[in-house]
């Protein structure tokens, strides 16, 4: 078993229980075949046409277009080109255009097509295939004219001249072009330590909009002549980025549009300005056996810009037995989009669909086509109807597109303008990707948002982003990508070194939701991404998390290995949550899986958040466990009639030392007292299943309150003493405990073990002294491997003065009787001073306004505590400190203070929230 770390909440987790899910419709893909163009023994020659090696780009043009166009007209099956190296041009946005042609192969015989730029300023392609069926394109290369200038490289600050504001920067991979062409796209940030981009390096290449020109000063040296010293000063010699040099004809590789059954195999694009592989509209399309990375036998570093974009795929994609290397941008984005940029209805059949992109208007509102309604939380509303008419309007100043729809059916009556509208064509898919090896990526491997898939066999290796992607999608707030996804099978896929820009959520990704730029992934509320089997795939070295679900329902996750992840601190809300997280999502399996993890590894194991996941079975996973030793992700659970305890293995692997923290039902009618609550700490060796001894001569952390202590006053003259927990005046109403979601009995005979433990208790605050009522008073833990966290609210029933309201405490010993020494040294939040705290000193500065959290440790004992803290609302008085009592106290306690002095009032509601991390590390 492996540690599980569910979220702390306040609710009955009734929900978490071990069901059966339905793994029999999880098929994945169909097997298809795309159909080929007939053999023959009929074919013309480019050469017939004029073409060869010798002649300009110009005139092999013409001859491979006639032979092209002889072969349509009179329908020869196959058009040949002898081996060489061509060179391709003409003044258009296409240099080879294929269209309107049936049952046709291009054989180019290991033949190279070199694509020099013509001074049209065009997008365009190296190839256009357009509304054509049954098209083979076979055995060719496709390459950019690398002796004109390079595309991609890397560049090396070299030089710094501030006062004339020159840099200079000396290129790998590549020649710097012309001066006159220097034209900088899209560049990145680039760390050589782990090849690729990190988002800790923080330097991007200079574009047009810092300097004033750029000077070609050698073949691979080029001066940048900034505007502003400020920019210069951001600079450092050693400094590097990938280096993107966009030509006038932006060109990408081979476009299809409008075309079915369309074979690429053994084609190899070596480079292109733009993408490779882009297709639009298309069915039954495959690329095999071939290649898209830079030229072997060069120094090159890149291949193209993007490289497979494939949308508005009808059905049938295969991308099986091919090399992808050195992209910077996805390597495989396969997805439909849908319509989701604001709806306004125009009249009862006609709406009007905001801020979409040019192609998503043409393409997915062709009358005749159905639409889908969803709510913008992808859940289905129940409406659908074929489109009459439809007309796109585009804002040249904005650079969208706005669809008018006109349905066959009344729309519903309360349309909401944030709903989504869904094109029925596209949901069917039908994928395989299959033992494809995809390396060097800026961006995500394999981004997918199609049905009816299978992803197996592939090899990912240092990407940028996460690396492989199931999902559907609203990515930052103007790409609307995927359909509702659902049965795909993702298996025995090998993916390592991935996310080294540390993008959400994580390297391998199954879900539903909204992206917002540049990485603030959150779920949907409906489960829109649905039967969906992970199975024996090996996630490795991910900078954060290796996997992670959400908004999914049905999901099997099968005898995977997550090794090595969430090696780098996470700074976004869901990454760093294990090695695998699963956060609003049913029916998920968990079973047969291994997380190990060698090094440093931030919030280890499996994290499911109860609040918002349900049916869920968890069996038979390992976590990282010595041979010899108990799983370290475990707490034994041991309870008798007045006591729970919960023990915490510590974080030396080789170690069976364990924390034993001690819940009391503390009684004392005299006090008007009856509290579950911590009441001490130990540290104890583990010598059974739940058997363990101290080792200490008494507990380490004291029987002083941790939860609550707040002292009144009365006409400015304080209580004789606090009132809550320890202090008395507090009676509880209700106290349960839960162990991985089933409830335990307090104050019964328990042995078991859990990776959460879970005790939540309301109760009565009452005027020290009295039985008066002032406040009620709600508290929950949840005890996990690495932290112990507690929420309180306090809700005040009658307005009093206060003079302290600790919320929260860890009264942890200095020393013990007997000498043993537990702490000695301690810092806070703000302030880089390391406090001597071994002896005592009351008058030490260890304490402070607005200071949220604190460590203390012991040099010798190796035991360590941290305290962090959050209140709402965050009051003026709010406080910290350190006790340095006398020698005969013996302990360092830390007290945060809520309130200070202050009056509350009625119905006022105070929330804090701390979290305890408590360690042995011998």
């Not at 058009?79 to 291009?106: C, F, R, S, W």
């Not at 949550?577 to 499996?606: H, P, R």
């Not at 008494?698 to 320890?726: H, L, R």
């Not at 005890?783 to 206060?802: A, G, P």
Request: include cysteine.
């Amino acid at each position: 078993m492996m540690r599980i770390l569910y979220k702390a909440i306040f609710i009955t987790l009734t929900g978490l229980c071990a069901i059966s899910v339905n793994a029999q419709q999880i098929t994945g893909a169909q097997e298809f075949t795309v159909m080929e163009p007939a053999e023959s023994e009929l074919y013309v020659s480019v050469a017939d046409f004029g073409a060869h090696p010798a002649k300009s780009g110009k005139e092999n043009q013409k001859a491979f277009m006639g032979a092209i166009e002889r072969a349509r007209i009179l329908r020869i099956p196959k058009v040949i080109i002898p081996k060489g190296t061509y060179y391709i041009d003409n003044d258009e946005a296409y240099q080879l255009t294929l269209m309107n042609i049936e049952n046709l192969t291009i054989d180019g015989q290991g033949s190279e097509l070199i694509i020099p730029e013509s001074e049209t300023g065009k997008k365009g392609a190296y190839m256009l295939i357009s509304r054509c069926k049954r098209i083979k394109i076979c055995n060719l290369s496709l390459d950019w004219d690398w002796n004109r200038f390079g595309l991609f490289g890397l560049a090396t600050v070299t030089n710094i001249d501030k006062s004339n504001l020159r840099v200079t920067f000396s290129f790998t991979g590549c020649n710097v072009p012309p001066t006159e062409e220097i034209n900088p796209g899209v560049c990145r940030a680039w760390d050589p330590s782990i090849n690729n981009r990190d988002a800790n390096v923080g330097f991007a290449f200079p574009l047009s909009s810092a300097v004033n020109s750029y000077e070609k000063t050698g073949d691979r040296t080029m001066v940048a002549n900034y505007k502003n010293l400020s920019d210069v000063n951001k600079l450092s010699v050693g400094q590097m980025a990938q280096v993107v040099f966009t030509p006038k004809r932006n060109a990408s590789g081979i476009r299809i549009e409008y075309s079915s059954h369309i074979t690429f195999d053994h084609v190899n694009i070596w480079s292109a300005p733009y993408e490779s592989f882009a297709s639009m509209s298309c069915d039954n399309l495959q690329i095999i056996n071939s290649q898209v990375r830079p030229k072997p036998g060069t120094d090159r570093l890149f291949s193209t810009y993007g490289c497979m974009e494939i949308h508005e795929h009808y059905r049938n994609f295969r991308l099986e037995n091919c090399v992808i290397d050195g992209t910077g941008d996805d390597q495989l984005h396969l997805s439909n989009h849908f319509l989701g940029g604001g709806l306004t209805r125009v009249d009862d059949n006609t709406v009007y669909c905001e801020n979409l992109q040019t192609w998503t208007s043409i393409d997915l509102t062709a009358p005749g086509h159905h639409l889908e309604l969803y709510s913008d939380q992808y859940e289905p509303l129940g409406w659908s109807s074929e489109i009459l008419e439809s007309t796109s309007e585009y804002n040249s100043s904005t650079g969208v597109t706005r669809a008018k729809i006109k349905f066959a059916d009344p729309l519903p009556s309360s349309l909401d303008t944030k709903s989504i509208l869904w094109n029925s064509e596209l949901m069917g898919g039908n994928f395989i990707i299959r033992n494809n090896s995809f390396s060097k990526g800026l961006c995500h491997a394999l981004y997918i948002g199609m049905s009816n898939g299978t992803i197996e066999g592939n090899t990912i290796t240092n990407m940028a982003y996460p690396s492989l992607i199931l999902n559907t999608v609203v990515r930052w707030s103007k790409w609307y990508l995927g359909t509702p996804v659902s049965n795909v099978i993702i298996r025995n896929n090998y993916l390592k070194d991935c996310n080294t820009d540390k993008r959400d959520p994580s390297s391998l990704f199954v879900g539903a939701g909204y992206d917002y730029n540049p990485s603030d992934y959150y779920p949907v509320n409906y489960h829109s991404t649905r039967d969906v089997l992970v199975e024996g795939n090996t996630v490795e070295n991910s900078t954060w998390s290796a996997f992670a679900i959400f908004s999914a329902k049905n999901v099997h996750v099968l005898g995977n290995r997550f090794i090595n992840s969430n090696k780098s601190p996470s700074k976004t809300r869901f990454a760093g949550k294990g090695n695998m997280f699963v956060l609003n999502s049913a029916d998920i399996k968990i079973e047969d899986n291994v997380f190990y993890n060698a090094g440093e590894s931030y919030e280890t194991g499996l994290y499911v958040d109860p609040e918002t996941t349900s049916n869920i079975t968890i069996n038979n996973n390992v976590g990282d466990v010595p041979s010899g030793y108990y799983n370290p992700y475990e707490l034994v659970v041991t309870g008798s009639s007045l006591a729970l305890n919960i023990y915490v293995k510590g974080s030396k692997k080789e170690s069976n030392k364990y924390i034993q923290h001690r819940l009391y039902n503390a009684k004392n009618t005299a006090k008007n007292l009856n509290v579950w609550r911590v009441v001490n700490s130990y540290l104890a060796e583990r010598t059974g299943k739940y058997v363990f001894s101290n080792i200490l001569s008494k507990e380490f952390i004291y029987s002083g309150e941790w939860e609550c202590a707040i002292k009144q006053t009365v006409n400015g003259v304080p209580k004789a003493d606090f009132m809550g927990g320890f202090h008395g005046y507090e009676e509880l109403t209700e106290a349960k405990a839960w162990a991985d979601g089933k409830e335990i009995v307090l104050g019964s005979t328990v042995n078991l073990t859990a990776y959460n433990v879970t005790v939540q208790q309301t109760s009565v605050l009452y005027e020290y002294g009295t039985k008066n009522p002032v406040a009620e008073h709600l508290k929950y833990y949840v005890f996990s491997k690495d932290k112990i966290h507690l929420y309180q609210e306090v809700k005040w029933l009658k307005s009093i003065d206060v003079v302290n309201s600790y919320l929260a405490m860890l009264p942890i010993a200095r020393s013990l009787p007997d000498g043993t020494a537990i702490t000695d040294r301690g810092t806070m939040e703000g302030n880089p001073t390391v406090f001597n705290i071994g002896v005592p000193n009351a008058s030490l500065p260890f304490k402070g306004a607005n200071v949220r959290s604190a460590n203390v440790w012991g040099e010798a004992s190796g035991i360590s505590a941290s305290l962090s803290t959050a209140f709402s609302p965050l009051l003026p008085g709010n406080n910290f400190m350190c006790s340095m009592y006398t020698a005969q106290d013996g302990y360092n306690k830390l007290y945060f203070d809520f309130s200070g002095k202050y009056t509350t009032s009625i119905d006022e509601v105070w929330k804090s929230t701390a979290t305890y991390v408590i360690d042995i590390n011998k």
